[in-house]
């Protein structure tokens, strides 16, 4: 029988690691400093909402495939490959906190292999911070750095349809192990150094925030001009230079990675004295647009005092009920601050911190027993709903679709007033950039 590979962590990467890894035949071992964590992972329950994990779950317990300890020892002895895959959460300034990933590392060199290991580290790490670890524990075990490229509400499916799979190493033959448990995937391989690696994860989130904050610019321009961002950024995408993922607008990026990474890369640019003005514009935009979102809100409402408001969801993306950094809980606390009281309905998030006298309710029609309505995550099932049926619900007859999810010309059509981002079904051209060509 193969040597089990162990699974340091048992959130979002570690979990779809020691699922796909289980789905490719491999068995597997995973580890959790949390014992009411591994506890409900024996009993099939998963730490975190995606579709078909829960089934994943429990046929790979049901055959054996995956063991769960709360011991290290157990879990990781008999491992030829510990994939470490913990958090590194940023600090205040910025920078990424590698406290966790220390520890587990710390943990790991306690441990009486059976065997020479491979540590395999999947965090988003600084650059440099790998070649050091891997000089620390060089009389004990081979490290490598090989990132990972998932995304909540399809981490499984990701880790086994990667674009590419990087792996950081000072030797490539160290890397052979890991790289044949992934063999059947098929997929391009690109070996380079450990700090290339981290480079390789770090800038590739920075840029996809980078695509989020100018889309979110061009359908602020939109606004003002009286255009429509989706057809503009839709032009933009069919070049295939530049490509249409992430040209979508909204209220901006939230979760765990992306606002964590940019930071990462400003504070490493700035520690070395490299300019960071990208890194830090993109934060910026991205600081700023949940702003734009409450103005709008405020402009159509004239005053946010004491009314209420409509909220359709708080997790910071659809297909997760994660509201770690979400955008959607920022706008719905200056809500508050600025007077107004929430009701709010979410199809994965049944409980969340909320401003005084807002609440939570069971339906998405419940929700719009408002003055107005505000979309803060892009459900599909959102715009599957006739905006008939919640029309004469919203006393002021104002919704504003933080998401660009909804049918916009339904929505009007109902008699509603619909603000969209970069997109709107009135309001006049305040500014003709033809006509001031001509004047030129």
Known sequence: MNAPVCIIGTGYVGMACALGLADLGWP??????????????????????????????????????????????????????????????????????????????EQLSSVEFAAWPTIVIRSTV??????????????????????????EG??????????????GCSDASAAVTYVNLLERLQKPVVFTSRCNAELIKGCSNAFLALKISFANEVANMCDTLGATSDDVLRGIGYDQRIGSEFLRPGIGFGGPCFEKDVKSMAHVAAQHGLGKE???????????????????????????????????????????????????????????????????????????????????????LEATDADALVVLTEWPEF???????????????????????????????????????????????????????VEV
């Open 278 to 364: 990208l890194f830090a514009a993109t934060l910026r935009v991205n600081s700023a647009q949940p702003m734009r979102i409450l103005d709008i809100l405020e402009h159509e409402m004239l005053s946010l005092s004491n009314a209420t408001i409509g909220v359709w969801g708080l997790a910071f993306k659809a297909g997760t009920d994660d509201i770690r950094d979400s955008l959607a809980l920022r706008i719905v606390d200056e809500l508050g601050g600025r007077g107004a009281r929430m009701v709010v309905f979410d199809p994965a998030v049944h409980v969340a911190p909320l401003p005084l006298g807002s609440r939570m309710v069971t339906s998405a």
């Open 154 to 167: 399809s981490a499984v499916r990701d880790f086994l349809n990667p674009d590419r799979i990087v792996v």
């Open 383 to 437: 715009a599957r709903i006739d905006p008939l049926a919640y029309a004469s619900n919203l006393r002021r007859r104002v919704v504003v679709d933080g998401r660009n999810v909804l049918d916009s010309s339904r929505v009007a059509a109902a008699g509603l007033t619909y603000r969209g981002v970069g997109r709107s079904m009135r309001g006049p051209v305040q500014h003709d950039p033809l006509a001031a060509a």
């Open 28 to 105: 597997v071992h995973g580890y959790d400093i949390l014992p009411e964590r591994i506890d409900r992972l024996r009993r099939g329950i998963p730490p975190y909402r995606e579709p078909g994990i829960t089934e994943s779950l429990q046929k790979h317990l049901a055959s054996g495939r995956i063991h769960f300890f709360d011991d290290i020892h157990a879990a990781a002895k008999d491992a030829r490959i510990v994939i470490v895959a913990v958090g590194t959460p940023s600090r205040d300034d910025g920078s990424a906190d590698l406290a966790p990933l220390k520890a587990a590392i």
């Open 126 to 151: 600084p650059p440099g911070t790998s070649d050091k670890i891997a000089d620390a524990i060089e009389h004990w075990a081979d490290l490598i750095y090989a990132p990972e490229f998932l995304r």
